[in-house]
């Protein structure tokens, strides 16, 4: 397991994933990303690891597919958060970067 500081991504976190998102997993050479591929990677590379505990999915084709819809959903709403939150920092980093600016303009041009 590596651990990534997320506020100074390494190139090798790209070269992986170009998303540079984590998690990521690296199996036999092979990279896979997305949480919920992971997970299904991981149940499939390793069928009957859970022994005693539920499996990831339904063995039902259609209630797999209804967990398979309903994390598409999170995802999207998850993907909805961030981008709005992304927004709102960004929106706040705009205003400060102004307010400075204009701190600066008047103290060196106008007074
Ligand atoms: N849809 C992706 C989302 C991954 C994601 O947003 N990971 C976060 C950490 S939980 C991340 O890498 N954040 C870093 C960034 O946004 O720069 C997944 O399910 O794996």
Redesign the pocket.
């Known amino acids: 397991m590596v651990y990534v500081n ?1 506020k100074s ?1 390494p190139d090798w976190l790209f070269e992986r994933n170009p998303f ?4 990521i997993l690296e199996h036999k050479g092979n990279v896979v ?4 591929v ?1 997970n299904e990677f991981l149940e499939e590379a390793f069928p009957g690891s859970n022994t005693g505990t539920r499996d990831l999915l339904p063995s039902c084709l259609y209630r797999r597919a209804a967990a398979r819809l309903m994390m598409f959903k999170i ?1 999207k709403v ?2 909805l958060l ?1 981008f709005i939150v992304a927004n709102i920092i960004a929106a706040e980093l705009y205003h400060h970067q102004k307010i400075d600016f204009e701190k600066i303009y008047f103290k060196n041009f106008v007074i």
Request: aromatic share 6%; with cysteine; net charge negative.
């Open positions: 997320l991504k540079g998102l984590v998690p990303y997305e949480s919920a992971c995802d998850c993907m961030t």
